[in-house]
């Protein structure tokens, strides 16, 4: 597209969230242009390419339910999809759909400016290539600013040295090496035995451990996936009863009300079944209330010990700063037996032996230094906003959004921003997330309904009220406190030790039960808008 053409929308980012907004805009009869960062669609699961990459949402929950031929005619071919299927499973989309004639590829945003006399947005890329739009739609995702870790020396290393989210588009070959691993997070914990298979030495640097459960993969049959397929409407009806979007429902009951070995078996039954059963579909208490908490941390614990063999190694791989559920839980495939391999070595970099800085050769410990070949810093993300604060976006008056954001993120609904007019974020700060595609579609649908009452009454401009940014706020606020999460440490509380500025804790999730959610998102619709002011 020639620098300086017009649309009326500009979408930043072709995953998911993009690719879905493109075709909703193009159906009310608006023309879009897509800036994408990447050579081509697909988002997280363009970027995110190591080794044992898969999702943890059942395939079957995680499509796109809008068309119904799109459903009927794809086959998942595992229960929790690998990345190559994932992203193949995009591009079909973008390919059915002819989404790719409106994404420029190789465009990073780096600027985003409101002009209020124009009553447009100007997009600034990269290459110094400017586009204005009356609308501009954020689709970038909420873990896509991905963080290095804050080691002296890190450019030091003489090796090839890789983050999980900018992985090779071609495999790397572990065979014989010597590799070296910083983190253990829900990406390590995916990677790390996969490496193990081939790499002849893995050592794993452990600042916190993650309690983890385990997946329970499986290949889907021709006739399974047709039995799915025509389940499909019930299935997604099914989810958009549950508090995150996922088929698991919390059992009704109080934890420490049911009797131990009753609770034993039901916790073993969980354990035993694929996927976020064990934490979504658990006693309703688990989250919220500690003594519940521990006593489910304590059978966790217990599996953890079971599955390794040197008990010292076990108790390393137990979290003791937080309980069962009170971070995102990874979902693995043989994480813990992959430490009794002879091939496997795990430092403790808090309590045994701190890393001082990385080397020309490897890492740096106080008691040695570790000779790698291959470095793999998988050291996460600067959730939710930090893919908003590594571009300038400015609003009215030429306010900044990373310095309106400071303290917190102020959102009605997490869609729009206080003070950024005709911005609409999909899934923004603040808003409800869980199965990250269905809560993706509702906020494209809303936000489409909301762009139709605009075309029906021939409004130009949407922005939202500050009194409903104040209660939305203190709804979320709200909905967090009684959450054992929000007294952690994490992306989703906004800390982050390998950024500027990250150490504080920041509610930056609508974590309260996403059916109401659907329920407020809904009233405000029927209501037609009146949160709004419109020009």
Excluded at 52 to 75: C, H, I, N, P, V
Excluded at 354 to 359: D, N, Q, S
Excluded at 381 to 403: E, P, W, Y
Aim: with cysteine; proline share 5%; net charge neutral.
């Amino acid at each position: 597209m020639a620098a300086g053409k017009t649309r009326d929308a500009i979408i930043i980012g072709a995953g998911i969230s993009g690719m879905y907004m493109l075709y909703r805009l193009r159906e009310l009869g608006m023309s879009a242009q897509v800036f994408e960062a990447g050579t081509n669609v697909g988002g997280t699961w363009y970027w995110n390419r190591y080794p044992g990459a898969r999702f943890d949402s059942e395939s079957w929950t995680y499509g796109y339910s809008f068309s119904k031929e799109l459903m009927q005619e794809w086959d998942w071919k595992e229960h929790f999809s690998p990345q190559p299927d994932t992203l193949e499973y995009l591009n079909h989309v973008a390919e059915k759909f002819d989404l790719r004639r409106d994404i420029q590829f190789r465009s990073t945003v780096t600027a985003a400016h409101w002009d209020e006399a124009a009553n447009q947005w100007t997009v600034t890329l990269e290459n110094g290539e400017k586009t204005s739009a009356r609308l501009l739609f954020t689709a970038i995702g909420i873990l896509s600013a991905y963080t290095l870790p804050a080691i002296p020396g890190r450019s030091s290393f003489k090796g090839p040295a890789y983050h999980p989210a900018r992985w090779p588009h071609t495999p790397v070959d572990f065979t014989g090496k010597r590799v070296g691993i910083i983190g253990t997070g829900a990406t390590a914990i995916q990677a790390i035995p996969e490496i193990a298979k081939q790499a002849k030495q893995l050592t794993v640097f452990q600042r916190r451990p993650n309690w983890a459960a385990p997946l329970h993969n499986a290949k889907i049959s021709k006739e399974e996936m047709e039995e799915i397929k025509s389940r499909y409407k019930e299935i997604y009806a099914h989810c958009a009863t549950t508090p995150s979007w996922f088929i698991h429902q919390a059992d009704p009951r109080k934890t420490l009300d049911v009797p131990p070995e009753e609770r034993e078996a039901f916790w073993e039954k969980l354990y035993a079944e694929p996927g976020f059963g064990i934490w979504m579909g658990n006693f309703r208490d688990i989250l919220v209330d500690e003594k519940a908490n521990a006593a489910i941390s304590a059978f966790i614990a217990d599996k953890i010990r079971q599955r390794v063999k040197d008990p010292k190694v076990a108790e390393k791989l137990i979290p003791k700063d937080h309980g069962f559920g009170a971070r995102r839980v990874p979902l693995e495939s043989g994480y813990f037996e992959t430490y009794n391999r002879d091939n496997v070595t795990l430092v403790d970099v808090i309590n045994d032996e701190p890393i001082e800085c990385i080397t020309p050769n490897g890492v740096k410990t106080s008691k040695q230094e570790h000779e790698f070949d291959i470095l793999i810093y998988a050291t996460g993300f600067d959730g939710v906003t930090g893919a908003f604060d590594r571009m300038d976006i400015s609003g009215t008056n030429g306010l900044k959004l990373k310095d309106a954001w400071t303290e917190s993120p102020r959102t009605f609904l997490g869609m729009l921003a206080e003070g950024f007019p005709n911005m609409l974020m999909v899934l923004g700060p603040h808003t409800a997330r869980g199965n990250i595609p269905q809560a993706i579609q509702h906020s494209v649908e809303f936000q489409t309904g909301l762009l139709r009452h605009m075309q029906e009454n021939k409004l130009m401009r949407v922005e939202t009220r500050p009194e409903q940014v104040d209660d939305w706020t203190e709804t979320v606020i709200k909905a967090a406190e009684p959450l054992l999460s929000s007294k952690v440490d994490s992306w989703q509380t906004g800390v982050n030790r390998n950024v500027e500025g990250r150490q504080v804790r920041r509610v930056l999730g609508y974590n309260g039960n996403g059916a109401h959610f659907r329920r407020k998102t809904d009233e405000v619709a029927k209501g037609r808008y009146k949160e709004f002011i419109f020009q």
